[in-house]
């Protein structure tokens, strides 16, 4: 059933959607009345509707049902990589939304080699919110994760107060068998809690970068003994995340 | 440092390589006397080792220390693949592999789109055997994943039997909020077990296939709450399967 992000919060009552919503579910997919979609507001609740009427630039719908479950991690996981070559950024948005990341921060890290200006900067946040958007519905997600590009790596650092929990992932941890850390994290945080999880770039992370982020009070992770590409690593805490907080 | 995959078994005492080997570490990485490489043999024993002389098409080598830390995950994992469309394949090959699988069988499933003859298959081998091999020396594998593409369904049943235990990445079961089956799997089978993994292509797995797979013991997973991509199911697997085994 298709899924349509409403940027509005929840009402009860008779639905009236223009715009985007309208142009796609009767123009585009040719949707009639008794047909159903799922409708997801900006605060999170998502209702299942049937079309009741259409009319020239809007169509009616009625409220069926809630939809029950919840499809968000209960941790809010913010994804700060590092600038990586090409189109990683891409598809650890797409992937990092499936797994269900609450929100994605590009940064220039110090062994960043692409050199992004302002203009290439709100691009490519264009490009990259519309991802997160497709693969929000894609996955049936109940919020399409949010994406900032910073211009300069203080932007970073002056949020890292911001959150509950930072995990940097390292590949010397990795190398040196850390790994008490993440399973540490992800059994101490209470449901709710927001936190930051830092990957490097191809380079990886320097020395000093290092010090500002254990300054601040994170902690250094393995992701397991093997190493993990810049793009897959956050698909692996994601996963992990899941693991740890919807299976177990 | 750089990885090499040797195809022999390991012995001690001292090492001589010619082919592609030597021409890597010699007229590629212009590698000189007294630099170190990791070798890995094919019964997975690793060692550090010191060229210590080059000759014409031979480079002589010492070992100087065995590789301690294991890499690879403690359960044999197969991961089984619906023929998907474009190039997931290739990726699930080179992100699943540094994720730690065991081994990758293609086989064509009933909602598969494409169709592949056998000299598209064996051209398609020949280039996932590439990036398993590639993916093997980037994240420090002590084994290269095997590569195994079906031309018929019934290959695949024909091997059920050959795994202790089967899951199966069921949407339906993800709808249903599923969730005791992975963990119950993965906490049951001991170490040296080898699991199979099945994964529709993008059209899903059809009743038919699920009849066949619960019949030879298959378990039907659900991977979380969200709907995960054919490439991205994998991932995930994989990484809960490091978590459970490696981290926790």
């Given at each position: 059933?298709?899924?349509?992000?409403?940027?509005?919060?929840?009402?009860?009552?008779?639905?009236?959607?223009?715009?985007?919503?309208?142009?796609?579910?009767i123009r585009v997919m040719r949707m009639k009345p008794a047909e159903e979609v799922y409708l997801v507001y900006e605060d999170q609740?998502?209702?299942?509707?049937?079309?009741?009427?259409?009319?020239?630039?809007?169509?009616?719908?009625?409220?069926?049902?809630?939809?029950?479950?919840?499809?968000e991690l209960p941790l809010l996981v913010t994804i700060a990589s590092g600038y990586p070559k090409g189109d990683k950024l891409e598809w650890i948005v797409q992937k990092g939304t499936?797994?269900?990341?609450?929100?994605?921060?590009?940064?220039?890290?110090?062994?960043?080699?692409?050199?992004?200006?302002?203009?290439?900067?709100?691009?490519?946040?264009?490009?990259?919110?519309?991802?997160?958007?497709?693969?929000?519905?894609?996955?049936?997600?109940?919020?399409?994760?949010?994406?900032?590009?910073?211009?300069?790596?203080?932007?970073?650092?002056?949020?890292?107060?911001?959150?509950?929990?930072?995990v940097v992932a390292y590949e010397e941890s990795a190398k040196e068998g850390e790994k008490a850390q993440l399973v540490q994290i992800l059994q101490e945080l209470p449901a709710g809690s927001r936190l930051l999880a830092i990957f490097g770039p191809e380079g990886g992370i320097t020395p000093s970068e290092i010090e500002k982020m254990r300054a601040a009070g994170g902690k250094l992770c393995g992701l397991g003994p093997r190493i993990l590409r810049t793009e897959t690593a956050p698909l692996y805490l994601l996963s992990a995340i899941s693991y740890q907080w919807e299976l177990l």
């Open positions: 059933m298709q899924r349509y992000f409403i940027s509005a919060p929840y009402q009860s009552g008779e639905i009236r959607l223009a715009g985007e919503a309208f142009h796609h579910m609740i998502a209702i299942i509707a049937q079309i009741t009427a259409v009319e020239e630039n809007t169509v009616v719908l009625r409220e069926v049902a809630k939809e029950m479950q919840n499809k499936e797994l269900g990341a609450y929100e994605f921060i590009g940064f220039p890290a110090q062994s960043s080699v692409v050199k992004w200006d302002e203009k290439k900067l709100a691009k490519k946040k264009q490009r990259l919110t519309k991802i997160a958007q497709e693969a929000a519905e894609q996955s049936q997600r109940q919020l399409t994760p949010n994406v900032e590009l910073l211009a300069n790596e203080g932007q970073l650092w002056d949020r890292l107060a911001e959150y509950d929990g930072i």
